[in-house]
């Protein structure tokens, strides 16, 4: 069985991640989206509610799992006995760090390859981080993120306003 791994902030998951996760579960047998530690200040949501959120707007996917891990992606494929790694390439500047960072992985687990998809081109410009500067001025997130989490954004960004 083919299992891939697509790990992630997911701070908060987007459009351009949800078609991600819906190509790549026609491509390998079994996907696992692992919402990892992310350690930033400017963080929106918690672990928790991250993978909530994960699970959430990825239920439709018969062959899609969802879990949270504080280790390396390539300790956590290991453990989960995936030897794929699925990353998006959106702009040039995530080609570096994206280069970078797989072959790091591949140092850790030399099992492991990376498979790098492009996005799409509707989502091309979006981010995690697109979607929280857009929900701070209260503009309308329904071209940016999944429906069944918008108004939990909006109220996040509402709150961390008054802050
Ligand atoms: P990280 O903090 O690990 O970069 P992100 O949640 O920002 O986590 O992104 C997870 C993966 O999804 C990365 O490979 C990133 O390049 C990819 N990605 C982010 N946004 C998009 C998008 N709009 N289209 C395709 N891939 C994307």
Request: with cysteine; proline share 4%.
């Amino acid at each position: 069985m083919k299992i891939a791994v697509y790990p992630g902030s997911f701070d908060p998951i987007t459009l351009g991640h949800l078609n991600m996760i819906k190509r790549a579960a026609k491509v390998f047998d079994k996907v696992i989206v692992c919402v990892m530690v992310n350690n930033s200040k400017n963080a929106m949501f918690t672990l928790e509610e991250r993978l909530r959120q994960v699970t959430l707007v990825t239920q439709r996917f018969p062959n899609v799992e969802t879990d949270c891990s504080d280790m390396l992606s390539a300790e956590y494929a290991r453990s989960v006995g995936a030897n794929v790694i699925v990353r998006g390439l959106r702009a040039v500047s995530d080609f570096e760090k994206e280069c970078q960072m797989a072959l790091i992985n591949k140092k850790l687990n030399p099992d492991l390859e990376t498979f790098f998809m492009p996005a799409s081109e509707k989502y091309m410009y979006l981010s995690s981080s697109g979607v929280r500067e857009l929900a701070a001025f209260g503009a309308d997130l329904k071209d940016f993120a999944p429906r069944e989490i918008i108004d939990e954004i909006m109220l996040r960004a509402a709150e961390k306003k008054k802050k």
